[in-house]
């Protein structure tokens, strides 16, 4: 390939600078749970295109909305008094070869199993309305779905760029395995209270982490404030025992730090998640596809969820993207850190991005001729298999948020 740009990336590597920010917005955060309920919208319309028609056609429901119900909650019950209302829009091949889809009745399918599947504590028969706002995709986005018939190969269906880096920092790392574990369903079992909605933000300022954690904790489990403050020195255990697999660098945990007991303000829910009463979600707005928001690393803005999995690169470009990251580091000795841009064009072949910006640190800190072959050499191997991802998206190999 001729359009492979290699560099240096300069100043010091990421987990060693002075100050590092690390944020995930955990599964029962509404952001979260557009993404989620996006891409298990996509999935199954991929799904049902296989089955139906032999191929994945024309899609792209990467816009759901969620506006926050009502709740009161209470210590040992709590009701929801408006449910939440979720919007999922997007476009979609509704009719094909003379055969309608039934777009709504997958969105509906979709959303009870993932509530079904997440969520010990939210019914979504009472507690969401489901508005499907599905539309038929436009002329030219569905021509070139259709091309790729003609010419036997896949598409690009949009201009944009994917984004990976590789490693990841001891921080980016405890923050994924903190959140991970508390929503563990082995953790429900053991401590019902604490609810899917678990936002992580932390911060390294040299050698000290601090987590601060947002959790939602479920009152119908808890009989008081004194069960209340338990809970969140469980969360507190459970996340210092879980960071310490990583790191042995001081750490210092704060769970619901905006808490004022004596006035009666503490983060009480009836379900689970904040979007019972106090924060909306969109897609796009929370986690990458590695699971992370790290505003100080490269990160595309596109949303990975609900794009179709076989030639939109706003999906497709970030895995590859990552994927190469990480090759670069494990097969290339001389290589310590690694990101990947991959740009796409509207129309061209998927496997051919207009550009691609590699930027390597070195041990040495130069790119000689033989780790620039090499890097060459893999970015070549890799780049044709972005035409395979969308059977791992389909199976949840790939994460998108």
């Not at 890799?382 to 991802?389: D, K, N, Q, S, T």
């Amino acid at each position: 390939m001729n359009n492979i740009s290699v560099e240096r990336l300069e100043g010091p590597l990421a987990g060693s600078r002075s100050v590092e920010v690390v944020e995930r917005k955990g599964l029962g955060h509404p952001d979260t749970i557009c993404d989620m309920l996006s891409e298990r919208l996509s999935v199954a319309l991929s799904r049902r295109y296989l089955e139906r028609f032999g191929r994945i056609l024309h899609h792209n429901v990467d816009k759901a909305l969620l506006t926050a119900g009502q709740a009161n909650a209470a210590f040992g019950a709590g009701e929801v008094i408006e449910p939440i209302d979720l919007y999922l829009s997007g476009r979609a091949t509704i009719e094909y070869a003379g055969e309608r889809v039934a777009v709504e009745e997958l969105a509906r399918q979709a959303v009870a199993s993932f509530f079904h599947d997440h969520f010990h504590a939210l019914d979504p028969d009472k507690h969401i309305r489901l508005h499907c706002l599905v539309r038929p995709g436009s002329r030219d986005l569905v021509d070139i779905m259709l091309r790729q018939r003609e010419r036997g190969v896949l598409l690009c269906n949009d201009t944009s760029c994917g984004v990976g880096f590789a490693p990841l920092t001891e921080l980016e790392k405890i923050v994924l395995a903190v959140e991970r574990r508390l929503n563990a369903p082995e953790t429900k079992l053991d401590f019902p209270a604490c609810g899917q909605d678990v936002k992580i933000m932390g911060v390294r300022d040299h050698e000290t982490i601090t987590l601060t954690i947002a959790c939602a904790l479920i009152g119908r489990f808890l009989s008081g404030p004194e069960a209340y403050a338990d809970a969140k020195r469980r969360v507190v255990e459970f996340s210092k025992d879980t960071a310490r697999s990583v790191t042995d660098k001081p750490i210092q945990i704060l769970v619901n730090a905006a808490d004022d007991p004596e006035r009666g303000a503490i983060y009480l829910t009836v379900t689970g998640t904040s979007a019972e009463s106090g924060d909306d979600g969109e897609t796009g707005r929370g986690n990458r596809s590695n699971g992370l928001i790290t505003p100080l690393r490269p990160m595309s803005l596109e949303a990975a969820a609900g794009k179709n999995p076989l030639t939109h690169v706003g999906k497709l470009y970030g895995a590859m993207a990552q994927q190469i990251a990480e090759s670069l580091v494990d097969e290339i000795g001389e290589v310590q850190a690694a990101e990947c841009y991959l740009v796409s064009r509207i129309g061209a072949p998927i496997d051919q991005p207009q550009t691609v910006i590699v930027r390597v640190n070195t041990i040495d800190g130069h790119i000689s001729r033989d780790v620039e072959g090499r890097v060459n050499e893999i970015v070549a191997r890799l780049l044709p298999g972005v035409a395979r991802l969308w059977g791992r998206f389909l199976v949840g190999g790939i994460p998108v948020c």
